[in-house]
């Protein structure tokens, strides 16, 4: 199992800047990559950026330029760092976590943390 806690969010202007934090604990060896996903009211659940264990880096279109994600091995810690933000990035934004169980891999998912952006 895998045991993923968040930090950060809150509300924040339009324009500004908020860091959320990611610490996954469990069976962390198996993890092969960790993200974060984001979802608002009437809306379906999208990738917002995600980083292997080797470093690769995916990004959402939305947020191109924008938001960086970063990982802390040691600390088995992701971060996300959102600049420039836009009242449409307002979402619950979970933690995520992919790793091999047995044969496949299963999906890990943070409770989820409030980001609101004011106009």
């Known amino acids: 199992q895998v045991r993923l806690v968040e930090s950060g969010g809150g509300l924040v202007q339009a324009g500004g800047s908020l860091r959320l934090s990611c610490s996954a604990s469990?069976?962390?060896?198996?993890?092969?990559?960790m993200g974060w996903y984001r979802q608002a009211p009437g809306k379906q659940r999208e990738l917002v950026a995600s980083?292997?264990?080797?470093?690769?880096?995916n990004l959402g279109d939305s947020v191109k330029g924008r938001f960086t994600i970063s990982r802390d091995n040691a600390l088995m810690t992701v971060y996300l760092q959102m600049n420039s933000l836009k009242p449409e990035d307002t979402a619950v934004y979970y933690c995520?976590?992919?790793?091999?169980?047995?044969?496949?891999?299963?999906?890990?998912w943070g409770q989820g943390t409030q980001v609101t952006v004011s106009s």
């Open positions: 995520h976590a992919l790793a091999s169980m047995g044969l496949g891999e299963e999906n890990y």
């Open positions: 469990g069976i962390i060896f198996r993890i092969n990559a």
């Open positions: 980083i292997t264990s080797g470093g690769r880096i």
